[in-house]
């Protein structure tokens, strides 16, 4: 048993779902660290939870930097505190087509060296879409991965991270609700952000087989974190734009029980951080009216109405 779950206790609570500009529910700690710790930790519990009623947990699983210190924590909690994945199934999100598994850029390999190396999960239990199938057999490969996902009784919990298309998995802008597992072309951004992972963006792959929109929403719960002031801005076209297919990660607007998850730096587009003014009292916010906030709001206003301040 995990013998010291840690409280961590997030910076603000989401308060401005009230106020109805945040169309899902988003907490914001005051560290990533703080974050993944907080993810981990449900994760750990829910796995003993279910081992103890005998039940196996399925996981989706994320690949990219923002996972890594969940990973992490998973880890320490298996070597210092008895966590046992030996019931745990994962299903990982994507991985870049066409891709080798001993490649530096495989997200098989990926997921090798930040968690499957070091806990006790049994090899046959790990999914990860195959990068190496020839294209007239990626559809095939993509319905029996649906299958296995059904089979498995579905996923328990499903970590996202997004890209800045708003691309979670790999779907891009187009992806619509009812996809599953698919071949997708990768979109431009895309390839350049991972251009450096593949030391230029002509080495990047131009497809990757990802889960679908309606596979990842087909979680029971789904948690998707973002971390770092370059995510603010499309965190909040997901959180308080419409839901569309120009941005995927809005999607779990439509999910019963999505979160996200963020650091201050990743929250700070947010209407309850950029313009709290705009909310209600600022009390609300745990703000006041000092002399910070008042010259924000002032420049706002003068940038707005394209007056200058006197
Ligand atoms: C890739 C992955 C996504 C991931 C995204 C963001 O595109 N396919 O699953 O969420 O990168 O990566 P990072 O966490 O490194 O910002």
């Not at 710790?37 to 196996?56: D, F, M, S, T, W």
């Not at 999100?93 to 530096?104: A, H, I, N």
């Not at 990047?204 to 719960?221: D, F, H, Q, Y």
């Not at 009390?283 to 008042?294: A, I, R, V």
Request: proline letters at 5%; a neutral charge; glycine letters at 8%.
């Amino acid at each position: 048993m995990i013998s010291s779950i840690e409280t961590v206790t997030p910076a603000f609570g989401p308060h401005a779902l009230a106020a109805g500009v945040e169309h899902i529910p988003v907490t914001v700690y005051g560290s990533s660290s703080q974050a993944s710790r907080a993810v981990a930790q449900e994760i750990a519990a829910l796995i003993q939870l279910k081992h103890a009623r005998g039940e196996h947990t399925v996981l989706g699983l994320a690949t990219g930097s923002t996972p890594t210190s969940i990973y992490d924590e998973l880890i320490r909690l298996h070597r210092e505190e008895g966590l046992s994945f030996k019931n745990v199934i994962t299903f990982n999100l994507d991985e870049y087509w066409p891709m080798s598994p001993e490649e530096l850029q495989s997200y098989r390999r990926f997921m090798r060296e930040h968690l499957f190396d070091h806990v006790d999960i049994d090899p046959k239990n790990v999914h990860i879409p195959d990068g190496t199938l020839p294209m007239e057999k990626v559809a095939g490969f993509c319905a029996e991965y649906e299958r296995k996902m059904r089979d498995a009784g579905g996923i328990d919990y499903q970590i996202l991270g997004i890209g800045r298309t708003g691309h979670v998995g790999f779907n891009e802008p187009g992806s619509p609700r009812d996809s599953r597992t698919r071949l997708i072309t990768l979109d431009r951004v895309t390839r350049m952000d991972a251009a450096s992972d593949f030391f230029g963006e002509w080495n990047v792959p131009r497809k990757a087989i990802t889960m679908g929109v309606e596979s990842i929403l087909s979680a029971r719960t789904v948690v998707l974190l973002a971390f770092g002031e370059h995510k603010a801005p499309v965190i909040r076209r997901a959180v308080e734009g419409e839901v569309s297919a120009a941005v995927a990660a809005s999607y779990l607007q439509q999910h019963p029980s999505a979160r996200i998850v963020l650091d201050t730096s990743a929250a700070t587009e947010l209407t309850r951080f950029k313009t709290p003014w705009l909310l209600g009292p600022l009390e609300m916010f745990g703000l006041k009216w000092d002399s910070k906030t008042t010259r924000t709001a002032a420049t706002w206003l003068a940038m707005t109405v394209k007056k200058p301040l006197l």
